[in-house]
């Protein structure tokens, strides 16, 4: 069993539709959640982190833990053509001698169509 | 723009040889990390220095190796380069050991053919 499953799509959603993006993973001593969105040809960038569980909202995204189900999703409102990519969940994790590491999920693949 | 800066863009190459990809991170920040990302395998976390030391250690070849000098710029050496090492390559920075706050460069696409 992989240590974080991301369901790969590709999703493809009507411009204006609510999208939510799931990963699940097995290590309970993850901490810090983080989204991350990538273009094509481009590096990931961040979008939001969240610590422990709970709910982050930021503009149209909002992130949510929920740490008994070891399940993270992303959602973002009102979505646009702008918004389609590929969406990376990543978790830190305690990787020995006083270090983190994070470990991610293979992606989403996320359209959305005019 | 994140303001991580990696040269070069592209590289190609035949199996067999070595290369060197650098990193610049943003201004202030003291970590750098390099990932690598293929289709099967997805983003994977290689190595992380920290103001010039070895911080951690992920799925890194032997045949590669990294450090990162007094002006924090970091270099990832790939040596007898295989068929599979065909990847784009990442380098991330953050400031002090925030890993949970990384931003990432553009990447650097290797084919070794």
């Known amino acids: 069993q992989k240590e974080v499953e991301q369901d790969p799509g590709p999703l493809s959603v009507p411009e204006g539709a609510i999208v939510s993006l799931n990963c699940t993973y097995s290590?309970?001593?993850?901490?810090?959640f983080m989204w991350y969105r990538q273009y094509s040809r481009k590096g990931p960038e961040l979008l939001m982190y969240t610590y422990s569980s709970g709910n982050k909202e930021d503009g149209r995204f909002t992130a949510q833990v929920d740490k008994s189900s070891k399940y993270i999703s992303l959602f973002i409102r009102d979505s646009q053509p702008s918004d389609s990519a590929t969406y990376l969940c990543a978790m830190s994790g305690y990787s020995g001698a006083g270090s983190y590491q994070l470990t991610f999920g293979k992606g989403t693949k996320l359209s959305v169509i005019p | 723009d994140s303001g991580v800066t990696q040269t070069p863009k592209h590289l190609i190459t035949a199996t067999g040889q070595r290369v060197t990809l650098r990193c610049s991170p943003r201004?202030?920040?003291?970590?750098v990390y390099w990932y690598q990302q293929s289709l099967d395998q997805g983003l994977q976390f290689l190595i992380q220095?920290?103001?010039?030391?070895?911080?951690a250690k992920g799925n890194i070849l032997e045949r590669f190796s990294a450090q990162q000098f007094p002006d924090l710029h970091s270099e990832l050496n790939l040596s007898s380069l295989e068929l599979g090492d065909s990847a784009l390559y990442f380098c991330a920075s953050s400031v002090g050991d925030s890993v949970h706050e990384q931003y990432f460069g553009p990447g650097t696409r290797l084919t070794v053919t």
């Open positions: 220095y920290y103001n010039g030391e070895e911080r």
């Open positions: 290590n309970s001593a993850f901490q810090y």
């Open positions: 201004s202030g920040d003291l970590s």
